[in-house]
């Protein structure tokens, strides 16, 4: 179960009206945090910038920048998005949440206890984006692990979560072409009721599934690569990625 506790309005998307905060827990200046993005749709710029439409997230196309789709090979569902400039990567989940209160500030503390309790680590730190989480995760072998650093960004009924690794989970300057994708980054919420907490629905965009633009439906799990949009990539995923859920935070 989830453990509940104070929740704040996140930093991701602040309602006009609020009165502004320029400090978070950790005393982090948050004057100079770039705004910019990843945008809420109703508030996202007519920028005429290329996104892959995920359904509840339209990702920009970044020179650079592969987009990775881990799929269910049994049941055809996207699982996880992952973009990389070949040396860090970047995990994108989103998540149903409450209007104007946020989830990062609870969600920061339960990943912290869940972490410990299987021998990884967390430690709260300032960031782009406010708080975040350096992260020492297991990787299933007894006493190995691989560094991480968790974002959260907290919109108007949704949840994102951003889990870095490579070079990007030990310096936020290290992934700039990652750091440009996020800020140009649309969630589609949507006017549908969903439970508190439960992944926002994903889709593989139509450049996967018909490539050629016909009525046909190329095959997701056996991409022909002389057809595939440059820059996306899809893998049959067995397991998931690497990184902590939300949904398995207990």
């Known amino acids: 179960m989830f453990r509940r506790g104070r929740r704040r309005a996140g930093?991701?998307?602040?309602?006009?009206?609020?009165?502004?905060?320029?400090?978070?827990?950790?005393?982090?200046?948050?004057a100079g945090i770039d705004r910019d993005g990843p945008y809420d749709?109703?508030?996202?710029?007519?920028?005429?910038?290329?996104?892959?439409?995920?359904?509840?997230?339209?990702?920009?196309?970044?020179?650079?920048?592969?987009?990775?789709?881990?799929?269910?090979?049994?049941?055809?569902?996207?699982?996880?998005?992952?973009l990389t400039d070949g040396q860090s990567g970047m995990e994108l989940s989103v998540f149903a949440a409450p209007k104007s209160i946020g989830l990062w500030d609870e969600v920061r503390v339960e990943i912290v206890d869940s972490l410990r309790a299987a021998a990884g680590a967390a430690e709260e730190t300032g960031g782009p984006h406010g708080s975040e989480l350096r992260l020492q995760l297991p990787t299933g072998t007894p006493?190995?692990?691989?560094?991480?650093?968790?974002?959260?960004?907290?919109?108007?009924?949704w949840f994102l979560r951003v889990v870095f690794t490579g070079y990007a989970a030990l310096d936020p300057a290290?992934?700039?072409?990652?750091?440009?994708?996020?800020?140009?980054?649309?969630?589609?919420?949507?006017?549908h009721a969903m439970p508190l907490r439960d992944p926002l629905p994903l889709k593989l965009p139509r450049e996967v599934t018909d490539p050629h633009g016909s009525d046909d439906q190329a095959d997701p799990f056996?991409?022909?690569p002389r057809d595939a949009?440059?820059?996306?990539?899809?893998?049959?995923?067995?397991?998931?990625?690497?990184?902590?859920?939300?949904?398995?935070?207990g």
Do not use: K, N
């Open 174 to 191: 290290a992934a700039p072409l990652l750091a440009e994708a996020l800020r140009r980054l649309v969630v589609v919420r949507g006017d």
């Open 11 to 30: 930093r991701g998307w602040r309602d006009p009206q609020e009165p502004r905060d320029d400090r978070d827990e950790t005393g982090h200046d948050q």
């Open 143 to 157: 006493g190995e692990f691989m560094p991480g650093r968790m974002v959260g960004i907290d919109g108007p009924r």
């Open 229 to 249: 949009t440059p820059g996306v990539a899809v893998t049959a995923a067995r397991m998931p990625a690497p990184g902590v859920r939300i949904a398995e935070v």
């Open 222 to 224: 056996d991409p022909d």
């Open 41 to 82: 749709a109703d508030r996202a710029p007519a920028d005429h910038v290329r996104r892959l439409d995920l359904g509840s997230l339209r990702v920009p196309v970044v020179d650079g920048v592969q987009v990775q789709f881990q799929i269910d090979q049994a049941s055809g569902q996207l699982l996880t998005v992952t």
